[in-house]
């Protein structure tokens, strides 16, 4: 018999504002030790990626307002973890790099970080997280097709 799911249960917003909100307490104790808050490692994550990009590449990239980035690699700057280089052609755009400091902790960042996703996709089945994700990548490509906000 298959369990009738509540349509509160089944609001997609609710669920997903649940799982961001447990993440970030997760990523907050996971990675207090390193004195890395879960609103700067995402930003971390990305530089180890792909070093020297503009704070607009990060704004796109993670579709948040360009005072929450500022803010959060002011901080990592406060921290030395992170630093900016003027850009010679445009006086107004920096380029922001990891620092040596942020590199050394760069694979215990990443294996404390991993633990939130092994944690999720622990009790699915690999066909599970491969349309999990399929139909999240799904929704996303939506959303940023529909950047002036007028959903229909």
């Given at each position: 018999m298959?369990k009738q799911?509540?349509?509160?249960?089944?609001?997609i917003?609710r669920l997903?504002?649940?799982l961001?909100?447990?993440?970030?307490i997760?990523?907050?104790q996971q990675l207090?030790e390193l004195?890395?808050?879960s609103s700067?490692?995402?930003?971390?994550?990305?530089l180890n990626?792909?070093d020297g990009?503009?704070?607009?590449t990060?704004v796109?990239?993670?579709?948040?307002?360009?005072?929450?980035?500022?803010r959060?690699?002011?901080s990592?700057?406060?921290?030395?973890l992170v630093y900016r280089?003027?850009?010679?052609?445009?006086?107004r755009c920096?380029y922001?790099?990891?620092?040596?400091?942020?590199?050394?902790i760069?694979?215990?960042?990443?294996n404390r970080v991993d633990r939130?996703?092994a944690?999720?996709?622990?009790?699915?089945?690999?066909?599970?997280?491969?349309?999990?994700?399929k139909v999240?990548?799904?929704?996303v490509?939506?959303v940023e097709r529909?950047?002036?906000?007028?959903?229909?």
């Amino acid at each position: 018999m298959v369990k009738q799911v509540k349509p509160i249960q089944s609001n997609i917003g609710r669920l997903i504002s649940i799982l961001h909100r447990q993440a970030q307490i997760f990523h907050n104790q996971q990675l207090k030790e390193l004195n890395i808050s879960s609103s700067e490692f995402p930003f971390l994550m990305y530089l180890n990626c792909s070093d020297g990009v503009t704070q607009e590449t990060l704004v796109q990239f993670y579709g948040m307002d360009k005072g929450a980035v500022a803010r959060s690699i002011q901080s990592l700057e406060d921290k030395e973890l992170v630093y900016r280089a003027k850009n010679t052609d445009d006086m107004r755009c920096n380029y922001i790099y990891l620092t040596p400091k942020a590199k050394l902790i760069m694979p215990e960042l990443r294996n404390r970080v991993d633990r939130w996703s092994a944690y999720l996709k622990d009790d699915l089945e690999e066909n599970e997280v491969d349309l999990l994700i399929k139909v999240l990548v799904k929704m996303v490509d939506k959303v940023e097709r529909n950047k002036n906000g007028e959903f229909k």
